[in-house]
């Protein structure tokens, strides 16, 4: 028969085995843990690696002169939105030039006209008669516009008329 020593090593043995074998549970289920976040992980790199690969296959498709003319599409894309943007504010600075020169029967400013239209911005202004022309023309709210006017319209018509 055993004696109490032995029975107690062997209980001692076991409860080391038992003390390692959960070590080993909670290690398992770490490794597990990361295997996860690895394959995850991994799936996001394929996807970005596949988007990154499709855009290499479609430049190499792309000929030198598309890809350029994409760009050049691209950049007019954005300077006709500037060109929208500063004729809506080309607009509104001349629109308000009615309230500023007191003389002035009417001031409107369209951008753009109609599509029919042969140019992007039409400024139109009223005096009481044509001697007050000058007086617009040269007034210094009239000449603060003239720079924005320079700045974003390639070409400029005037047309006086007396009705």
Excluded at 81 to 96: D, S, Y
Excluded at 119 to 148: G, I, R
């Amino acid at each position: 028969m055993r004696n109490i020593q032995e029975i107690d090593r062997e209980l001692e043995r076991a409860r080391q085995k038992m003390e390692r074998s959960r070590k080993l549970d909670v290690i398992l289920q770490d490794l597990k843990e990361q295997s996860v976040r690895r394959r995850r992980a991994e799936e996001e790199a394929r996807a970005v690696l596949e988007k990154e690969q499709g855009d290499v296959e479609e430049l190499e498709r792309m000929s030198l002169v598309s890809f350029l003319a994409k760009i050049q599409g691209d950049l007019e894309s954005r300077k006709a939105e500037e060109r929208r943007e500063a004729g809506a504010l080309l607009v509104a600075r001349v629109n308000a030039l009615k309230e500023l020169i007191p003389f002035a029967l009417e001031v409107k400013a369209f951008c753009p006209p109609l599509d029919s239209s042969s140019c992007d911005f039409v400024l139109y202004s009223e005096v009481p008669q044509a001697s007050d022309l000058p007086l617009y023309q040269n007034h210094p709210e009239h000449q603060a516009v003239l720079p924005l006017i320079q700045k974003y319209l390639c070409d400029r018509r005037c047309c006086d008329i007396e009705g």
